[in-house]
């Protein structure tokens, strides 16, 4: 349920340019995905703690955020709901990234307005596929 | 024993010379290791005090030949709270203590009892031969739920251990595998460069597999079943996928694939992948390299099957018992360790566990002619209980 869903591009259309704010304390983790999205064609904005993605946020206006749960400061969680909260960020895509796919914690990030639930090591092939889709086929 | 004492009943003995047993029993307790308790005297008092009331009590009342033997094995009835000998166990394993420490404090409350008793009143011979054979059988079971209470912890807590490294594992190895991915879709870096990192890559996946499967594991073991989501699917679809995938990974070897059935059945498609990737790569990792990997799906009315077929060395006959349980393939030291046992082999227990929440059955087969064939069987439909969560 939780899953990033299949979408196709949308017909004729240049492949997008998403903004994405990727937060997680892991440096190396979050340095890479950055340098791969960028490759992509991208425009990446970084953060290693839940707080400092919040302040982020609200100067880059992202279109998508990668949120790991586990971080110091400020975990996932909070951050995800306080990322709604921001004025002009209510419609935001949050993206769960983390080591925990159980059924406690794919509960607690849907409660806490998580869209969807990626799963470490996370597939490229997907992200790719849901950052060049078309937006509009999702539900709201 | 002396004529001048009366004779008392070990039941009233105990519950009129509690402080004193107790005192013995604390003496011993503190010449085991680690001398450091966490628990105190007062904490320390209260389960043996409970222990000894309820075992006085249980010697006061009439008990039938049956439950006599069922408690000397071990076996009363349990009780839906915990009784004091499962909190004393408990205590025990927080303050350190191993499982023959937790025996022996057992030992030495028995042995102060009975040494107190015998030695301060004068036992009646008729009756006292009972209350010992009863008072032991109150020790042995109050025994019986510590050892079993310790271990069950020790096992969760294992289990814990190990699904929180597995997630831990999870975190750099999501850091390889997007080093790999950036270095394969670059463009301007030497092919032999790029496929070094595919095969980086297509470690990381196997790894990636790895983790889950010990995930599962953990989460299994201790009797949970492993979640499905059943829905209309195509299992010689899936397979074919599977197949496809596993031949792209190992481009050196043969896998024939038989698809004998068209028909829709009513599965977990993510979860029967796994099973025929973990029976596959299984097949892969033990058959002869230039021998192929033989799928082959069959039906009959009700049942759908797959056999997955490797030529490889047959399955000594003592070890074939356990090729679906790990953990009881490493309780037996085995001098001659095969290349079987260089890994975990939780991917068959995990197939097998899947295969039972689909309400199937899997079973092995090995010999000199055939080589080594697993083979699953499932139910064409649910039967109802599973099919609650369909989608």
Not at chain 1, 102 to 117: P, V
Not at chain 2, 270 to 280: C, E, F, K, P, T
Not at chain 2, 329 to 339: I, K, L
Request: net charge negative; with cysteine; proline share 5%.
């Amino acid at each position: 349920m939780m899953d990033l869903p299949r979408l196709a591009p949308r017909d004729g259309a240049a492949l997008p340019s998403r903004r994405v704010l990727l937060v997680d304390d892991n440096d190396d983790a979050r340095d890479l995905m950055s340098i791969v999205l960028e490759l992509h064609g991208h425009r990446v904005a970084m953060a290693d703690n839940g707080l400092a993605g919040l302040e982020k946020a609200r100067a880059f206006m992202p279109d998508v955020v990668f949120l790991d749960l586990g971080m110091p400061v400020m975990d996932g969680f909070e951050t995800a709901a306080a990322l709604r909260r921001i004025p002009g960020l209510e419609q935001v895509w949050i993206i769960a990234l983390s080591g925990w796919n159980d059924q406690a914690t794919l509960a607690r990030t849907r409660h806490a307005g998580f869209d969807y639930h990626l799963t470490k090591p996370a597939n490229f092939d997907i992200i790719d596929n849901f950052l060049y889709g078309d937006w509009a086929q999702l539900p709201r | 024993m002396r004529q001048n004492t009366p004779s008392v009943r070990l039941s009233d003995f105990i519950l009129a010379n509690l402080e004193p047993i107790m005192q013995a029993w604390e003496d011993f307790a503190r010449t085991i290791e680690p001398p450091a308790l966490t628990m105190d005297d007062t904490e320390l008092r209260d389960h043996a005090t409970l222990m000894l009331r309820a075992i006085a009590l249980d010697l006061t009342m009439p008990q039938s030949g049956l439950e006599r033997h069922e408690k000397s094995q071990g076996r009363a009835p349990d009780a839906k709270e915990d009784t004091a000998a499962e909190t004393h166990a408990e205590a025990r394993l927080l303050s350190g203590y191993s499982v023959e420490q937790l025996v022996s404090e057992y030992r030495a409350l028995r042995s102060s009892v009975l040494y107190l008793w015998t030695s301060r009143t004068t036992v009646d011979l008729a009756t006292g031969m009972d209350d010992v054979t009863r008072f032991n059988e109150g020790i042995d079971q109050a025994l019986a739920e510590s050892v079993a209470r310790y271990a069950k912890m020790v096992k969760q807590s294992e289990n814990m251990f190990l699904a929180i490294l597995g997630h831990d594992l999870r975190n750099p190895l999501g850091t390889v595998i997007t080093g790999a991915t950036y270095i394969m879709r670059a463009t301007d870096v030497p092919s032999k460069y790029v496929l070094a990192a595919t095969r980086i890559f297509n470690s990381g996946q196997r790894m990636g597999k790895l983790i889950a499967d010990l995930i599962d594991f953990t989460r299994t073991h201790l009797g949970a079943a492993i979640p499905i989501k059943p829905k209309r699917m195509n299992l010689a679809e899936v397979c074919l996928n599977v197949v496809d995938e596993l031949r792209t990974s190992h481009p050196e070897r043969i896998i024939d694939f038989d698809p004998g059935i068209r028909e829709d059945i009513h599965g977990d498609d993510a979860r029967l992948a796994q099973v025929l990737s973990n029976m596959i790569g299984n097949a892969l990792q033990y058959g002869t390299p230039d021998e192929p990997v033989k799928v082959k799906l069959s039906s009959t009315a009700q049942h759908v099957g797959i056999a997955v077929n490797n030529l490889g060395p047959v399955i000594p006959a003592k070890k074939i018992g356990s090729v679906f349980d790990p953990l009881v393939r490493f309780a037996v030291p085995d001098d001659a360790a095969d290349a079987r046992d260089t890994s975990l082999g939780i991917g068959m227990y995990i197939a097998r566990q899947i295969v039972i929440a689909h309400a199937g059955t899997m079973k092995v087969e090995s010999n000199e002619k055939d080589g080594t064939t697993f083979t699953l069987s499932l139910p064409r439909r649910l039967p109802p209980r599973l099919r609650a969560g369909e989608q």
